[in-house]
């Protein structure tokens, strides 16, 4: 059975929009990422309070904003369901909530006990985002009895201010919050049918929400998936372990405290399989998630909402696990339905050149002749506007006389809708953020097409692809 998440995503990936990057597949530590243990009988209660993900199967109702048309029914449901006790929750090492936000309660795809780790966000209380997260179960496989024990992997630039977040919330309960050096975070990718394959078989065989429903059969399964030697040898030293699927296929995350010859080592499986591993840099990682519509909050240079970072299509949140920090905002703006702006993939081409850019699907190319012309911007490129081509109607104005007659009307300067501006750029691909209201889902030649004005240029001299991924809801843009 294909868990449903991933098989939805998958079976939308083919068709027009299409990341073109050189490389295709590889492996790369994550030297901008920081991890942070969370260990104590309280850290799984500690992080539901302050993370946009379920991670106790209750509710924790503080205001009327908490979602959950027939609370008590549905927590009957999470009963019989998850083969999970309070005791066990506060006293065992018993794994993760895996929850798919798009699944109706009820439905037993919905929500499992399991060992990999989670996309989330934390925020701040006015909603917006302090930093995006994954969270991972610790060891990946383990003794039970020591209790429940989390690893938080986020940017190196946020790690600080998220130890004194946890820090200040902390005060009675019973956590230890402890920085990781030692421990690193590794992705691997590869957009071969092959490992495709094999992503769809592990979910299937091992991290399944349907079979994994307790602390024993998420331990169970770990086991044997270490034992199958899929992807890492049996003896390998796993702190943590994820399927990334913030869009299809994106990859796989682990973290370890081995060194990289360990790791490629501990990988011989793999390598069995697809072939040779290459060790990439980072940069390659960057580039994928540009391709992708994948934002973090290092890219961002000003505060954002979840939703304009696309948590929601990304199956970071849960609508009903209760309060949160931050929740309010959230929980309102998804009742109403609306989201003005969203983080999108954009390709960046020259107006004048002969650029290969206008095409239908986003292509990173370093060599691009509109690239020396953005590097050449510096950090005016994030002040720039990318606006439409299309004029607004006038605006008609009254003019005021200096000699006190009656105002004359007046037609003042017309002005193209703004649609948007730059948050990360590399190469001549980036993320923006975006008004919806200027997108069409349609990624064919000559659409979501715009103009960058760039302070002190008199004429735009660079053009603006905007593409929709069509990992995205069909609804995506109502």
Known sequence: ???????????????????????????????????????????????????????????????????????????????????????????????????????????????????????????????????????????????????????????????????????????????????TPDIKSWYYFNDSEVFADVLLNLQDSYFNNVTSVSLETAQEFAKKFAEAESIFSKDFSLAGFSFDDRSPQFGVKFLTSASDEEVVKGLQPLSDLVGDLQILPEETYTSRRIAEGISETSDMKADTFPFENNLDFMNGISYNKGCYVGQELTIRTHVSGVVRKRIMPIQLFSIAGDSESVNDQIILNHDDEVVSLLNSYGDELYEAKIASGNEEEPQIELASSPFGSPSSPTKSKRRAPLVGSIVRREGNIALALINLRYIEFDNSVGKNEFLLNVPGEDEPKVGVKVFVPTWWPEDALE
Request: glycine share 6%; net charge positive.
């Open 1 to 179: 059975m294909i868990p449903l998440l991933l098989n939805r995503r998958l079976a939308t990936a083919g068709s027009s929009f299409v990341r073109r990057i050189s490389q295709t597949s590889g492996l790369i530590k994550l030297e901008s990422k920081s991890l942070l243990l969370i260990s104590g009988s309280d850290s799984t209660k500690f992080l539901n309070g302050l993370t946009t993900s379920k991670l106790l199967p209750t509710f924790v109702k503080k205001n009327q904003y908490t979602i959950s048309p027939d609370e008590e029914e549905t927590s009957l449901w999470l009963k019989e369901k998850l083969k999970l006790t309070e005791e066990e929750i506060s006293s065992k090492n018993w794994g993760i909530l895996h929850e798919d936000s798009f699944l109706e309660d009820g439905d037993p795809e919905k929500l499992g006990v399991r060992r990999d780790g989670i996309y989330s966000m934390i925020m701040n209380p006015k909603g917006r985002v302090v930093s995006d997260i994954f969270i991972y179960p610790t060891p990946f496989i383990g003794p039970t009895m020591d209790g429940p024990s989390y690893l938080i992997e986020a940017s190196r630039e946020k790690a600080a201010k998220l130890f004194m977040m946890f820090q200040m919330h902390k005060l009675s309960s019973k956590v230890k919050i402890v920085k």
